[in-house]
């Protein structure tokens, strides 16, 4: 169907702009896949052969090669570590909050809300100064709380809004149906509120891992030598060497997060909240 | 810290020229940033809003970079600005350059990383208020023998207008808070706010002005987003939706 308001030549002139914008942005994406495959020492254009040497390269960092950076693997064993520590609590935390939220009336509710989607709403960098700050008041808080503490405050906030919009859609009359049944308040909740909003928890604890696992900012102002995330392990990597043998780490990196991503819709159909599918 | 209450860093925050440089740098480097994207950004949340089917395919490409991991993506601007990057060689190959030029760690690359970062950021809100801009208003300027340029100058343009204030003060609130683009591709020659920021907590260990910076930071990029959601929340009650 062709709109009228505009022509056909106004709608191809449209099409053709997305192609060039989307190119556009996919290309560091496309970039870094072709550079992971370059033969030769330093990433240049055209690339001048195929090769999968920066894989081996990459290997060569894993296993704390001679001239590499060491601890990578450790890196990439903390992120995960703190990832997952990360999405169980924001979810634990998450989930209750936005219930208490969404199905109480009470002083402060709106203030309470808002507080929660706060860190949403401050420059992550102002989180990592603050956090900074108040852990040098409080005292020794070793490392691994430190970052634990960072990440459930940017975290947080993605479960309460995912778990919130899925708390919308529920009939609280199925909530009344159960409780006149004879179920009480706890056993209601386990058995109706959780399994309908399943796929609001699935969707804000996949947020919750992508988020922690990337954050950059935050763990920037609270890391430390022995216990480093991976985008910081990245950062310290990029400032002495650029070779493409990061390329290879990129690549596998983003290849595994789609398939996480591609996995979990299949499985939980989280298109639908993401706005992703209608 | 200091034991005491003062607003000594408050003044320094205020007087200090190395503090106004970074200021007016970041705000150069923002409006920049916010112009570019609105300008790019405009035909693309037409396109996403009128694209029917495609539209949540679009949508999932305009939220791919977003997924990938901030210091991958400007790894990626480094591969592409280097001296062997491919900026060099189409310029240099195209004969429009002479040799390579210094791209890499500029105010320039920067931008670069900046513009391609927040375009999803302008396109969004944009994207969901022409969405709701009623299609029977184009049909009966087209109807009135309206071309389609003067359909969208009286139409489309107009009625847009609260996307593009929510997109613009989104993005520029984005811009002034980015933390690691100036941070990994400034290498050290882009001195913004949020550079001097953690050069505060660093390097000159002044934890008060670091301190302060932040709250300065928080207040502006705060009341930008207060106008960003006022304007969509706006549209909603205009709309209905």
């Known amino acids: 169907?062709?709109?009228?308001?505009?022509?056909?030549?106004?709608?191809?002139?449209?099409?053709?702009?997305?192609?060039?914008?989307?190119?556009?942005?996919?290309?560091?994406?496309?970039?870094?896949?072709?550079?992971?495959?370059?033969?030769?020492?330093?990433?240049?254009?055209?690339?001048?052969?195929?090769?999968?040497?920066?894989?081996?390269?990459?290997?060569?960092i894993a296993r704390d090669g001679s001239g590499?950076?060491?601890?990578?693997?450790?890196?990439?064993?903390?992120?995960?570590?703190?990832?997952?520590?990360?999405?169980?609590?924001?979810?634990?935390?998450?989930?209750?909050?936005?219930?208490?939220?969404?199905?109480?009336?009470?002083?402060?509710?709106?203030?309470?809300?808002?507080?929660?989607?706060?860190?949403?709403?401050?420059?992550?960098?102002?989180?990592?100064?603050?956090?900074?700050?108040?852990?040098?008041?409080?005292?020794?808080?070793?490392?691994?709380?430190?970052?634990?503490?960072?990440?459930?405050?940017?975290?947080?906030?993605?479960?309460?809004?995912?778990?919130?919009?899925?708390?919308?859609?529920?009939?609280?009359?199925?909530?009344?149906?159960?409780?006149?049944?004879?179920?009480?308040?706890?056993?209601?909740?386990?058995?109706?509120?959780?399994?309908?909003?399943?796929?609001?928890i699935v969707s804000g604890a996949i947020f919750a891992w992508l988020i922690s696992f990337s954050n950059f900012t935050v763990s920037f102002f609270l890391y430390s030598g022995e216990l480093t995330p991976l985008p910081t392990w990245l950062y310290e990597y990029l400032q002495h060497f650029l070779d493409p043998s990061i390329a290879a780490l990129s690549t596998l990196l983003i290849i595994s997060t789609f398939l996480v991503l591609a996995i979990a819709n299949r499985l939980f159909a989280l298109g639908r909240l993401a706005g992703l599918r209608k | 810290m200091q034991p005491n209450w003062t607003l000594n860093a408050y003044s320094t925050l205020l007087t200090d020229p190395v503090v106004l440089t970074a200021f007016l740098t970041t705000?150069?480097?923002?409006?920049?940033?916010t112009a570019v994207c609105l300008v790019i950004g405009y035909p693309v949340a037409v396109g996403i809003a009128r694209a029917g089917r495609w539209r949540p395919f679009l949508i999932f490409l305009l939220i791919t970079p977003m997924l990938t991991d901030v210091l991958i993506r400007a790894y990626g601007w480094i591969v592409m600005l280097g001296q062997n990057g491919l900026i060099n060689v189409l310029m240099t190959s195209l004969g429009l350059w002479e040799r390579p030029h210094q791209l890499l760690y500029t105010e320039l690359s920067v931008i670069l990383e900046l513009i391609h970062e927040l375009c999803p950021f302008m396109v969004l809100p944009i994207a969901s208020v022409v969405e709701r801009i009623n299609p029977a208003l184009r049909e009966a300027a087209m109807n009135l023998k309206a071309g389609p340029v003067r359909t969208f100058l009286h139409i489309t343009l107009p009625l847009s207008i609260p996307g593009i204030i929510a997109g613009t003060f989104l993005t520029f609130a984005l811009a002034m808070s980015a933390f690691?683009?100036?941070?990994?591709?400034?290498?050290?020659?882009?001195?913004?706010?949020?550079?001097?920021?953690?050069?505060?907590?660093?390097?000159?260990?002044?934890?008060?002005?670091?301190?302060?910076?932040s709250v300065a930071l928080?207040?502006?990029?705060?009341?930008?987003?207060?106008?960003?959601?006022?304007?969509?929340?706006?549209?909603?009650?205009?709309?209905?939706?």
């Open chain 2, 27 to 33: 705000l150069r480097i923002s409006l920049i940033v």
């Open chain 1, 68 to 200: 590499t950076k060491p601890g990578l693997v450790k890196a990439l064993w903390t992120s995960a570590w703190l990832g997952v520590v990360s999405m169980v609590g924001a979810v634990f935390a998450g989930v209750l909050a936005a219930y208490g939220i969404q199905r109480y009336r009470f002083g402060g509710r709106a203030i309470l809300r808002q507080a929660l989607l706060l860190p949403l709403l401050f420059p992550q960098i102002v989180t990592g100064i603050g956090l900074l700050l108040w852990f040098s008041q409080v005292g020794s808080v070793p490392t691994w709380a430190r970052l634990l503490i960072g990440h459930l405050i940017i975290t947080l906030p993605y479960v309460v809004v995912t778990v919130s919009a899925s708390l919308q859609t529920l009939d609280p009359r199925l909530e009344e149906a159960a409780m006149n049944l004879g179920a009480n308040r706890i056993a209601t909740f386990w058995h109706i509120t959780i399994p309908s909003i399943r796929s609001g």
């Open chain 2, 180 to 213: 690691v683009a100036p941070l990994v591709l400034g290498g050290g020659n882009v001195i913004t706010m949020t550079v001097l920021m953690r050069q505060s907590m660093f390097t000159t260990l002044n934890w008060p002005l670091g301190a302060a910076q």
């Open chain 1, 1 to 60: 169907m062709r709109y009228a308001g505009e022509g056909r030549s106004g709608s191809r002139l449209l099409g053709g702009y997305l192609v060039l914008f989307f190119l556009y942005l996919e290309a560091p994406i496309i970039i870094i896949f072709l550079a992971s495959f370059n033969d030769g020492p330093t990433v240049r254009f055209p690339p001048v052969g195929l090769s999968l040497q920066w894989y081996e390269e990459l290997l060569h």
């Open chain 2, 218 to 241: 928080v207040l502006l990029v705060v009341a930008m987003l207060a106008v960003y959601r006022r304007q969509l929340a706006d549209t909603d009650k205009a709309i209905g939706g």
